[in-house]
């Protein structure tokens, strides 16, 4: 019922109600912007406080219990301290001052897989070809696929984030680091198809076996990348980085991507185990769609926040080692997607009810 109850409120707040019937549902960037501020206004009418640039900047705990946190916001000097002894920690896959934060506190946190990788392009309307038998085809909208190989040397290849119509666009968040993620308006009405093709990596990977060891192997890969584009978002063509050289220019598949890049040769920023796992699949998925192997697909880099680096362990009551601490989502790592974070999010809330009123369980 969680699933359900998130999309109608998606739709309740403006994005299309087909997301209510449809098996793969689609809201779009440029809808969901507006829906986010219609949620925001909900809250605020309720009697919600949001503080913008705002950073939890340290917890405080006694005998095991949650006392405070302290709270830094921009303009304002020094922190703010705020008494509670409730905290949900809905912080995402990519808080790494706040992963390094918890990592000093009686916490139990530990370093789990997830999966790194490259952005591919291609033409839409060569993944309409495949899936639907026609470049175009009235009322079914843009195609999408899903992939999935297990290669020689024992690793997942797949698919992840598929986007329709769609764009790559820069997600770094740190100084000298370059990352990349893909999005599609609701319309998915843009000239090509994209998708991150990621390879499943474990703690055995990782430079140490620290909670935050993850996050160093993802920040060493985006460093290679922001060395590799010279600051923007590296992009080879896919025959040349099969060969490891790099492309000079593009052939038939022109770039949709949002924010600056430049040539390089991706085959510097990946260990090589997973370059060549990359290599493997999608030349086996050629046989799946017909041209998703061709010489000048669009590869872009580096695919890093798939999901969160470490878990923050909890029980069954969805608190932490910290009594009164909620870590929930992707973050926390109990969750690998939009919905599956809503929906862990929607439990903490629950459990945060039943705590003051144990008749709602």
């Known amino acids: 019922g969680r699933n359900r109850k998130i999309l109608e409120t998606l739709a309740w707040a403006g994005a299309d109600p ?7 549902p689609h809201v779009g960037t440029d809808v969901l912007r507006g829906a986010v501020k219609q949620i925001r206004e909900e809250i605020l009418r309720l009697g919600g406080e949001i503080r913008f640039r705002a950073r939890l900047e340290d917890i405080h705990e006694e005998a095991g219990r949650l006392v405070s946190v302290e709270v830094c916001t921009e303009g304002i000097s020094g922190r703010e301290r ?10 995402g896959h990519s ?3 706040t992963f390094a934060m918890l990592a000093q506190k009686d916490l139990d946190i530990q370093p789990k897989a997830f999966a790194v990788g490259l952005r591919i392009q291609h033409p839409q309307s060569q993944i309409n070809l495949s899936q ?13 696929y899903k992939l999935t190989r297990t290669v020689q040397s024992g690793r997942g290849v797949y698919s992840f984030c598929m986007c329709p119509g769609g764009f790559v666009v820069n997600a770094s968040s740190e100084q000298g680091r370059v990352a990349v993620n893909g ?14 093709l990621i390879v499943t990596v474990t703690p055995k ?6 909670a935050l060891g993850g996050v160093r192997f993802q920040q060493r890969l985006e460093e290679a990348a922001f060395r590799c584009g ?3 978002i590296p992009v080879q063509l896919y025959g040349d980085f099969r060969a490891g050289r790099v492309s000079g220019a593009f052939g038939d598949v022109k770039p949709a991507i949002l924010g600056g890049f430049s040539f390089g040769n991706l085959r510097e920023t990946l260990p090589e185990e997973i370059s060549g796992a990359l290599i493997e699949a999608v030349d086996y998925f ?6 998703f192997d061709r010489e000048d697909a669009i590869l872009a880099g580096v695919e890093s926040r798939t999901s969160s680096p470490l878990r923050i362990l909890r029980d069954r009551g969805m608190e932490s080692k910290i009594n009164g601490l909620y870590p929930c989502g992707e973050g926390a790592g109990y969750a690998g997607g939009i919905m599956s974070a809503a929906m862990d999010g929607m439990r903490a809330a629950e459990a945060l009810v039943s705590r003051y009123y144990p008749a709602y369980v």
Not at 18 to 24: G, N, P, T
Request: glycine share 12%; hydrophobic share 40%; no cysteine.
């Open 18 to 24: 087909a997301i209510l019937y449809m098996s793969k």
């Open 82 to 91: 705020i008494q509670t002894g409730v905290l949900i920690l809905a912080i």
């Open 95 to 97: 808080a790494r001052d």
């Open 132 to 144: 639907y038998g026609r470049e175009a085809v009235d009322g079914l909208g843009a195609a999408s």
């Open 183 to 196: 999005m599609s308006n609701h319309d998915r009405a843009g000239e090509n198809a994209n998708s991150a």
């Open 205 to 210: 990977d990782f430079p140490d076996q620290t």
């Open 230 to 232: 010279a600051g923007k």
């Open 286 to 291: 050629g046989s799946v769609i017909q041209g």
